[in-house]
């Protein structure tokens, strides 16, 4: 994509961490910005933000697990500013645990917002955005944890395996009708943001009060540990995101190092042996 001044940019999960860095990305090159976030405070401080700096901003409380307001999100925004050219589904929760003991509630919540929110993204803008029939790009986030299967994230991996492929897929689609919308996957490895906090946004409906097992405990606090520690910010992440869809790049990986444990996992399936702890590995 070439020309930024006065398209737009939708970016779910736009209230906070790498959403709101990316959506203040494109508002420095000239874009109008549609910021969607279940998360009302936080929503309406971003907004805020934006205003007094001077971009063109509109809120829109959206929960995307749920297809009807995904909907509605982007009657919203064709009807508020025209179009939609940049859309990036980046909305996501990050819960760890051991895969047999997550509940229903559990895989409900995490595949509703990281699997279903990014299918809501597509099935909701991609048509509209074909018919403009002008330049555009879809970001998907995921994660390393898309690329790799490490102990005790078992749905966090499923659900950003899944981001992957799904964004791989789509870009395939696009090729094969000759679409000028391109596609890109983000994997990051650890920046520090909310993410570690995200039972913050777990509706109440999908709420376990079950205890958590004491080496559940100890992963979390490892997880917490090492994304505040990340030594790329956002700001940076959203950065390499803008130079993505400026240079027609599909993968964007962040994090260099941790290339060699992706090189691991593809030998492993290559070579059909056992799947490596590349967490122990690094
Ligand atoms: N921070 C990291 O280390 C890291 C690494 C890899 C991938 N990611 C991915 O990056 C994305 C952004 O996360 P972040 O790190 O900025 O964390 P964050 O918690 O700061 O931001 C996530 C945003 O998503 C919103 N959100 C959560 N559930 C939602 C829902 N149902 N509907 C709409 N919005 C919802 C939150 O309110 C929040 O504003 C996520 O998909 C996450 O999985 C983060």
Redesign the pocket.
């Known amino acids: 994509m070439k020309i930024f001044k006065d398209r737009v940019a939708v970016v779910?999960?736009?209230?906070?961490?790498?959403?709101?860095a990316m959506a203040l990305r494109f508002a420095r090159e000239g874009m109008k910005i549609v910021l969607?976030?279940?998360?009302k405070d936080?929503l309406g401080r971003t907004e805020k933000e934006f205003e007094n700096a001077g971009y063109p901003v509109l809120a829109v409380r959206?929960?995307?697990?749920r297809g009807r307001d995904v909907d509605a999100l982007a009657d919203k925004a064709f009807k508020s500013f025209g179009g939609v050219h940049i859309l990036c589904n980046?909305?996501?929760?990050?819960p760890g645990g051991t895969i047999w003991e997550q509940s229903e509630k559990d895989w409900e919540w995490t595949l509703?917002?990281?699997v279903w929110?990014v299918i809501h993204g597509i099935r909701a803008f991609v048509p509209r955005m074909l018919e403009q029939n002008v330049e555009g790009h879809v970001v998907n986030?995921?994660?390393?944890?898309g690329l790799l299967s490490p102990p005790g994230m078992a749905m966090?991996c499923v659900s950003?395996h899944s981001v992957v492929t799904m964004t791989e897929c789509l870009h395939q689609d696009l090729a094969a009708f000759g679409a000028k919308i391109r596609a890109s996957v983000?994997?990051?490895?650890?920046?520090?943001?909310?993410?570690s906090?995200?039972e913050r946004?777990r509706p109440d409906a999908l709420r376990d009060e079950k205890a958590k097992s004491p080496v559940d405990l100890q992963r979390e606090e490892q997880l917490r540990h090492a994304?505040k520690s990340?030594r790329i910010s956002?700001e940076q992440v959203a950065d390499l995101v803008f130079q993505a869809i400026a240079s027609d790049k599909f993968y964007i990986l962040p994090h260099q190092r941790i290339k060699p444990a992706i090189e691991t996992r593809m030998q492993d399936i290559l070579l059909e042996r056992d799947p490596t702890n590349t967490l122990n590995k690094r």
């Open positions: 779910t999960g736009g209230a906070s961490g790498l959403g709101r969607a976030d279940i998360e936080a959206t929960d995307v697990s980046n909305a996501g929760v990050a509703g917002v990281n929110g986030t995921a994660s390393v944890a966090y950003k983000l994997c990051p490895a650890f920046v520090p943001t909310g993410i906090d995200s946004n994304v990340g956002a």
